[in-house]
């Protein structure tokens, strides 16, 4: 059985058919413009290619999706929502765009093996708690007293460069 994903208005709200899983192309999707609350939440996909021209990831987006290892945001996106990648016990490491300007609580709770996180330089509200297990400063990136942290095993990257 095929996946079918179903698109209203440009935005991803889900699919029908066999669950999402192993590697996954949506870059073919051009027009789509955001993800969904929970549009792949529980989908077994190891990892994904997301649309182009993307600007939105919404909550819970991929949450419990513990076989995605890692994922590229496109450099279009804008916001990330709450609990997007919670859960995804396997996500090693991911870059955060320049465009990003905000991203949710609890984005990454629960993703124990996840090493390096580099926020681009667009970051205007990071909530400390997005990252759970590690606290950091409620500011902006230009704002931290250096454009590397390190914290227990976890190493967050501010870049300019994202």
Same mark, same amino acid.
């Given at each position: 059985?095929?996946?079918?994903?179903?698109?209203?208005?440009?935005?991803?709200?889900?699919?029908?058919?066999?669950?999402?899983?192993?590697?996954?192309?949506?870059?073919?999707?051009?027009?789509?413009?955001?993800?969904?609350?929970?549009?792949?939440?529980?989908?077994?996909?190891?990892?994904?290619?997301?649309?182009?021209?993307?600007?939105?990831?919404?909550?819970?987006?991929?949450?419990?999706?513990?076989?995605?290892?890692?994922?590229?945001?496109?450099?279009?996106?804008?916001?990330?929502?709450?609990?997007?990648? /919670?859960?995804?016990?396997?996500?090693?490491?991911?870059?955060?765009?320049?465009?990003?300007?905000?991203?949710?609580?609890?984005?990454?709770?629960?993703?124990?093996?996840?090493?390096?996180?580099?926020?681009?330089?667009?970051?205007?509200?990071?909530?400390?708690?997005?990252?759970?297990?590690?606290?950091?400063?409620?500011?902006?990136?230009?704002?931290?007293?250096? /454009?590397?942290?390190?914290?227990?095993?976890?190493?967050?990257?501010?870049?300019?460069?994202?």
């Amino acid at each position: 059985m095929a996946t079918t994903y179903t698109i209203t208005s440009n935005v991803i709200t889900g699919f029908t058919g066999a669950t999402p899983s192993g590697d996954i192309d949506l870059s073919s999707y051009t027009t789509v413009t955001a993800i969904n609350s929970g549009s792949f939440n529980r989908a077994g996909i190891t990892s994904i290619l997301l649309p182009p021209n993307l600007t939105s990831l919404g909550d819970s987006a991929f949450q419990n999706c513990s076989g995605i290892t890692s994922i590229t945001i496109p450099s279009s996106v804008t916001q990330i929502g709450n609990l997007v990648f /919670r859960g995804c016990s396997n996500l090693v490491s991911i870059d955060i765009p320049n465009n990003v300007t905000s991203v949710g609580h609890s984005l990454f709770f629960g993703c124990g093996n996840l090493v390096t996180v580099t926020i681009g330089s667009g970051l205007t509200n990071l909530i400390s708690i997005c990252f759970l297990t590690v606290v950091l400063y409620p500011v902006l990136p230009s704002q931290l007293p250096s /454009r590397q942290l390190v914290m227990r095993r976890f190493r967050i990257v501010l870049s300019s460069e994202a």
